[in-house]
């Protein structure tokens, strides 16, 4: 029996805009499995046998460990947990699943296996992880690059730019040779390309070893200079065309939508949740799953999409809603009723967040949000928020007991209210940095750049150069 906790669900439906390196570890649902027959004794069915009982234990040592710190909030004792720090936990299980592929790499049950190792998108893939990621790439595009249930994982990894998905990516790439590996591999490396490009943009504009921003709060918290493994990515990325990856992009979107327009779009999340529903007691933070819940899950693993239709959102996304374009008109009624037009903030700089009640990381942002606006009271700056809960009632009342006085537009359901389309927004939070001209100048990042752009504002007004690099 596989145990998913609410807070792997949602990490689940919102992965994309995830971005913490301490990402919690996904349980045993979040990987479509090869599940052995108890009375056949041949190769298959041992390999998948064995990824079940590492599944297991990695699920067990997880479940004491929430356990434990759960208890220990409630009590002075200190929690006695296993000596595995957390991203220990990962690299010790990670390479025990590539050592399991290892010794037959192309059996469905190593791909499961290596496919677990990869399906971690919030952590970077740099350090012991980073060595165990790169095997599982390697075996992957090897022996299961023209297989879509290996290749559509690569849907899910464009939140990170870094030299493993690089080759992860091409791989697939070069290796998918069926209508839909091929159309998932393009459409993976298309998406992957476009952030590539800006990342591309800012290293050429850096000069010198740049510095890791450490941000909690919407505050940079610590800066340490890049690790010798990523700056010699970085310097490699100094030496590319953004033009150059742009044009890739977009000729790859262009060829999804003629070539491989009519091929389903079924994402990894949708595979994780019909396992979870196929389960004979599926659960959910220990209990079965309620009526409400089960009929969101089917929801989700009902939503049909077209390659084609997901590469044309993502080709309007990089051209219309990149960092440099204005930002799209949003026209509705606030909380109040009263009209609420993103336009009428022209001459102020905006911080649109796109949020909803049962997103952890927004409502965490909340207290900080509250302090911007009370700082830079009285200056050309407003906060806005684009709420995507589907009960309104208890959205107005979260507003009102967590004192959130900016205007926010309503936009249920999550993920398909009109402003959310238009934005194309694919996880919660989501965060525009829009400037006194309306134009996107950030997608995520700390709330310093508020204080940049009101400089910027003054700048202009005394006849001031404002010119910045892009942080992507």
Partial sequence: MRLLTLASLVALLVAPASKADDRPAQTAASAPTTKPDPASQGPDESIAKKYQEILAEFEAEQIARRRVLTKAQSTPAK????????????????????????????????????????????????????????????????????????????????????????????????????????????????????????????????????????ISGGKVVREIDLPDEDYAYHLG???CERQVIRAEAERLFEEVISEYGDVPLITRHQRVLEALLKEPAPKLNGEPLTDDVRRFIERVVARTKTLGEEAEARLDDMLNLAVGKSAPEIEGLDFNGKPLKLSDYKGKVVVLVFWGTWCGPCMAQVPHERELVERLKGQPFALLGVDCESDKDKARAVMARERMTWPNWYDAPQFEGPIARRYHIRGYRSVFFIDAKGIIRSRGGAFDQVDKLLEEIKQQASGQPTSRPIRP
Avoid at 105 to 120: M, N, S, T, Y
Avoid at 177 to 187: D, N, S, T, Y
Wanted: charged residues 30%.
């Fill in 79 to 214: 929690p006695v947990i296993s000596e595995k720090r957390p991203r220990d936990l990962i690299v010790h299980y990670a390479r025990r699943m590539v050592d399991l592929a290892l010794s037959s790499p192309a059996d469905p049950g190593a791909r499961d296996a290596l496919l677990w190792v990869i399906d971690k998108p919030g952590r970077g893939d740099g350090g012991p992880y980073g060595d165990e990621f790169a095997r599982a790439a390697a075996l992957l595009v090897r022996h299961h690059g023209d297989d879509p249930e290996a290749v559509r994982i690569g849907l899910g990894l464009d939140n990170r730019v870094t030299p493993r998905r690089d080759a992860l990516l091409f791989g697939f790439y070069a290796a998918a040779k069926g209508p839909e590996a091929k159309g998932l591999a393009r459409l993976a490396l298309a998406q992957y390309l476009a952030p590539k490009a800006t990342k591309v943009e800012y290293a050429r504009s850096v000069e010198g070893r740049p510095k890791r921003r450490g």
């Fill in 237 to 239: 990325l100094r030496q």
